[in-house]
């Protein structure tokens, strides 16, 4: 039973992307977030764009075969050339365009991780599953471990890596003066968060990692999420303490000797599921991931 729905799980960042596949009848949507700043809407991540004299920065390219419509959205925002394509983590609706936008000119960056997991063989530690590498033509040709800037069209721009949370080669852009934030898949609103353990990613460093972000914002910051509409401070809050919650109850369930399949009958397993079940991870089931990462770590630290 529990192997079923890890397999499931594991495959789900694909059901995402294959979700919407039809993508002639997508549409490229800016909404405007500050001064020159904006994200695009269409199907996958959010693209924050960031536009000005010295060229155009662009976060996150959704999927290959909408590139053509992305870079003639973002054109009409500005002519210039696209210098800069930063990538907030390796997942295929955040960074399936990379070839496309290399071959156009722009210089992908990223965190370490994500160029080590793209150009090599990922072989799943739970499911065996293989994802080949992806073309060289994909991968970042700027890579960094904790923090980058980028002094661009008079904005300072920060790229910021904590610990390991939706990856373990999470990046989340803070452009300073306009007190705006990308956040990647840190920070969603579709509901549970998914955490790609096969990826390397930590429950514990989710929150940590959303700590520390949560600790460079203030009440006007805005947040641009990985996926949703735009939001403020107050809702990574919610969002880090809804996953608090959940950590520490199932953490003191198995302190106390609860067996993995008691875990889904606990109260906190449905506690949510009124504002965030409605995603494609279920309560009872995103308990038992966190309860697996957990014993994983203690395994780990024996
Ligand atoms: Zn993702």
Known sequence: MKKTFLLLLIGSSCLVAQAQNNFDTVNIKPVLVAENLYFLKGSGGNIGVFIG????LMIDDQFAPLSNKINGAIKTLSPNDIRF??????????????ENFKRMGATIVAHDKVRERMSKEQVNPTNKNVTPPRPEEAWPVITFSEKLNFYLNQEDIELVHVNPAHTDGDVVVHFKKVNVFHMGDMFVTYGYPYIDYGNGGSINGFISSLDAIL???DDNTKVIPGHGELCRKGDVKNFRDHLAEIRDEVAAALKKGKKTEELSGLPIASKFDAEWGKGFVKGKD????VADNLKATQVAKK
């Open 53 to 56: 004299k010295e060229g155009t």
């Open 85 to 98: 394509l930063i990538n907030t983590h390796l997942h295929g609706d955040h960074s399936g365009g990379n």
């Open 215 to 217: 600790a460079m914002m």
């Open 286 to 289: 995103f308990v038992l991931l």
